[in-house]
């Protein structure tokens, strides 16, 4: 609408504009039509895609009914489920088998700490008992055989996996490290990514090739870790190792009294070496190792040879350095660095998997571990699978392979594998070298006439899993049936949900619609009260898909192909169709030709003849009369979706994309065209009342002017 001048009866006196309004209202009727129809487009595709939600959900259920797990479900009953239990999976045979007997169980190996000789001993002797849950190296002269304790740290470092072909991280420490008799460099790493676990060399030129997948390679100059293939993003690295020693830098304000350092039990040498170093602004400090009180140690600067005026302590148990000479940190920021040592010991294990092959962990125990916390390790050491147990009554430790049976193919082999030299935290602490393993067992027994063995009491035979409770000799029928109420609820769903959609649709196209309501208008709207306005809405909304075409297609279509046999030479002319196994229209009419369900009959037919009944539903074919009903519906309802879709669009879809969308746009420019060529017109309108305007208050002055004439003369 242009910008003019506007007079509004102040010569004539006439409301100008509420005569405009009045002429603008009968040439605006054109645009509220256009209004009114883009209106009932939105109602319509709001209809549509509502109703194809319902299509959507159905086509998703008629998916799944495509999968022979709807309709071969096994359940399993065992004559005495004392000894023997089955579950089936839904490939499993129909049929029975027998156990005639089990004359032996499976078992898993175990060892036990200290059985080694003729005299088996616990762990600390007649000594004080062993706490769990205390630290191994408060406790290293608790133990009868002491701890092997070696200096360096422990470290552990995680990454995430970035996709590169050839994944590399680099650790901020150097790990110890040990040369075997081929040169190969192996160092004291525990790498695991996702959980699988990988030694860790110098150069995988001496490793096997079947082997090489489970190795990676550091190099000593640039610190970096490499894998030989790739590790996908957002994978885990968890990298554990040993280091000779770390160093800790921090800046510490002015006075500060303390520094806490990251690890405990710091390394110190009584020789005299130094094992442990800190530097404060590029000044050197050193220990007094040869004497200490009761761990604390002294801390003098390295220039102080007289050892005169200490400048703080350590604590070597736990890392705190405490600072007496506040004159060291005399600047605003401090730069603190310490070079030291901790404590740790090591346990090497391995054991056997079912395939033959073993598999091996190194353990790196920190000084401030516990018992518990090394038995966590074990325990929780995915590819491992060995179980470790102290008894605190006994003073014993028990190792026990998590897999039942005999998994060693050498005759009489071990399947836990006690590594690592007599120092070893296994053999020298915990007492298990030449511990005499109790084998594990082969669970035995008679299945239809034949004697066989399993390393699980556990197991599956044809698609059956048996589970072994007891050793019997008298014979147990294991039988597999179908679960007839479970197919029955999954047919049952199936048409619960075909006649939600029908029910839906039916009453879209029998909704009545009343003509004499259009859409309200912004003016029709401020005269009519919130309920008014619902009710309104409701009616002129009503009816705007009745009798659609589409839909009607739809409906016919389905129904024709519910009705009509399966022509299928694998199903049974008993059962190929859906009234030969209990499920027919209702009697009325009007609902549109929704199914109900004959519970007998239907489950009746699934016991007789479940192969038949399951093809009835998914059988495939080259044409729609082989074709079971699901995969007949899956087409037709696909046909809907997609022809709704093309009329009405998606939620993610621009109006360009869809009839109706392109509709409403063509009706929008008319819209806004019209707009135009009314705010033109309602511009002309005020621009003839303004000339007249004018032109009446130039007739009035005039009048005036000549009235004054004749009034004094």
Wanted: glycine letters at 6%; aromatic letters at 8%.
């Amino acid at each position: 609408m242009t910008s003019i001048q506007r007079i509004t009866g102040l010569a004539s006196g006439m409301d100008i504009d509420s005569i405009v309004e009045k002429m603008m209202t009968a040439a605006k009727q054109p645009l509220v039509k256009l209004q009114q129809q883009k209106q009932i487009l939105e109602w319509q595709e709001e209809d549509y895609r509502t109703l194809n939600q319902k299509y959507f959900d159905f086509r998703s259920t008629l998916s799944n009914m495509k999968l022979t797990t709807k309709y071969r479900v096994r359940t399993t009953t065992s004559s005495n489920e004392n000894y023997v239990t089955a579950t089936a999976t839904n490939n499993a045979a129909l049929g029975s088998a027998t156990i005639q007997s089990v004359t032996q169980l499976a078992t898993a190996a175990t060892k036990i700490s200290g059985t080694g000789s003729a005299t088996p001993t616990t762990l600390s002797g007649s000594g004080a008992k062993i706490k769990a849950d205390a630290s191994l190296y408060s406790q290293t002269g608790n133990f009868l055989n002491g701890i092997t304790w070696n200096n360096g740290v422990v470290v552990s470092q995680s990454f995430t996996g970035d996709g590169d072909a050839t994944a590399a991280v680099k650790l901020s420490n150097t790990p110890v490290s040990t040369t075997a008799d081929d040169g190969t460099v192996y160092y004291a790493m525990n790498v695991k990514v996702n959980g699988k676990t990988y030694q860790v060399v110098n150069d995988k030129s001496n490793i096997p090739d079947n082997e090489k997948g489970n190795y990676a390679v550091y190099n000593a100059e640039s610190g970096v870790l490499t894998f030989d293939s790739a590790v996908s993003a957002g994978s885990g690295i968890n990298v554990e190792y040993v280091a000779d020693a770390v160093t800790e830098t921090k800046t510490l304000s002015k006075g500060a009294a303390t520094m806490q350092l990251g690890h405990g039990l710091i390394a110190t040498d009584a020789t005299g070496n130094q094992a442990f170093s800190l530097k404060i602004n590029n000044t050197n400090y050193v220990l007094d190792v040869l004497g200490n009180d009761n761990g604390t140690y002294k801390l003098y600067a390295e220039s102080d040879t007289g050892k005169s005026s200490p400048v703080g302590t350590l604590d070597a148990s736990t890392g705190l350095i405490t600072f007496t000479d506040s004159s060291v940190l005399s600047g605003d920021n401090n730069t603190v660095s310490a070079t030291y040592s901790s404590k740790y010991a090591t346990m090497s294990l391995g054991s056997y998997n079912e395939d033959g092959s073993m598999n091996k962990a190194a353990f790196y125990i920190d000084g401030t571990d516990s018992l518990n916390d090394v038995m966590a390790d074990v325990n929780s050491h995915s590819t491992l699978g060995v179980s470790m147990y102290y008894d605190e009554n006994t003073d014993r430790v028990s190792l026990t392979r998590k897999m039942t049976g005999v998994l060693n193919k050498n005759e009489n082999g071990d399947e836990i594998i006690i590594g690592g030299s007599e120092n070893d935290f296994l053999n020298q602490t915990l007492q298990f070298n030449g511990s005499v393993e109790s084998h594990g067992k082969n669970a035995k027994f008679t299945i239809n006439g034949l004697e066989t063995e399993r390393t699980s009491n556990t197991f599956t035979i044809s698609g059956v899993t048996y589970t072994l409770k007891s050793k019997f000799d008298t014979p147990v029928a294991v039988t597999v049936s179908n679960d007839t109420d479970t197919i029955f609820k999954n047919i049952k769903d199936f048409v619960d949900q075909y006649n939600s959609l029908i029910d839906a649709v039916q009453s879209k196209l029998n909704e009545d619609r009343y003509p004499d309501y259009a859409p309200l208008t912004d003016d029709q709207r401020k005269e009519l009260t919130d309920t008014q306005q619902d009710q309104w809405d409701k009616k002129a909304r009503s009816g705007l898909l009745r009798n659609d075409m589409t839909l009607k297609s739809s409906l016919s279509n389905m129904r024709s192909l519910i009705y009509s046999k399966v022509n299928n030479a694998n199903i049974s002319s008993e059962y190929n169709q859906l009234s030969s196994i209990g499920i027919t229209t209702t009697s009325d009419w009007l609902k549109g030709g929704k199914l109900e369900i004959n519970e007998d009959k239907l489950k009746a037919a699934i016991q007789n003849d479940p192969d038949s009944v399951e093809l009835l539903f998914r059988a495939t074919g080259s044409t729609t009369s082989e074709k079971g009903i699901v995969q007949r519906l899956y087409d037709s309802v696909n046909q809907t979706y997609n022809t709704i879709v093309d009329k009405a669009g998606k939620s993610t879809y621009v109006n360009t994309q869809f009839t109706i969308g392109k509709n409403i746009n063509d009706l929008t420019d008319k819209i806004r065209d019209m707009n135009d060529k009314l705010g033109k017109l309602e511009d002309r309108y005020y621009a003839q009342f303004t000339a007249m305007e004018q032109a009446i208050q130039k007739y009035n002055s005039q009048y005036t002017y000549l009235s004054s004439f004749f009034s004094n003369s």
